[in-house]
Nanobody, 130 residues
């Protein structure tokens, strides 16, 4: 079965940390855009951190200097280390891969290759209490 499975979400207090994992099943990450998105009910899904085809990383301003995206090719796993969490980080977090070419804007808007759906995980909830 081909897919992505996220784990590591949960409920924490402001200032604490979490690490999300995204395991690829049935395929390996290619050198195309992959990364993490988040969505709050009633709002659009926004980019959080992306790993580009050339290995460079990009972050939304809201998480810059607090979140770190990384990848373990041998395990076909993508990670998101989240430090200094605050209530505004509360959302459902999704990983995605095979997105072609991406551009993450500071506000979290993602421009990516048209016609390429990519693979998406089912989402993991992160809740940060004040």
């Amino acid at each position: 079965q081909v897919g992505l499975v996220e784990s590591g979400g949960g409920s924490v207090q402001s200032g604490e940390s979490l690490r999300l994992s995204c395991a690829a099943s049935g395929f390996t990450f290619s050198k195309t855009c992959r990364g993490w998105f988040r969505q709050v009910p009633g709002e659009e899904r926004k980019g959080v951190a992306l790993l580009e085809g050339d290995g460079s990383t990009s972050y939304a301003d809201a998480v810059k200097d607090r979140f770190t995206i990384s990848e373990d090719n041998t395990k076909s796993t993508l990670y998101l280390q989240m430090n200094h969490l605050d209530p505004n980080d509360t959302a459902t977090y999704y990983c995605a891969a095979g997105l072609g070419t991406c551009l993450l804007k500071p506000d979290g808007t993602v421009y990516r290759s048209t016609g390429i759906v990519g693979a998406w995980g089912q989402g993991t909830q992160v809740t940060v209490g004040s």
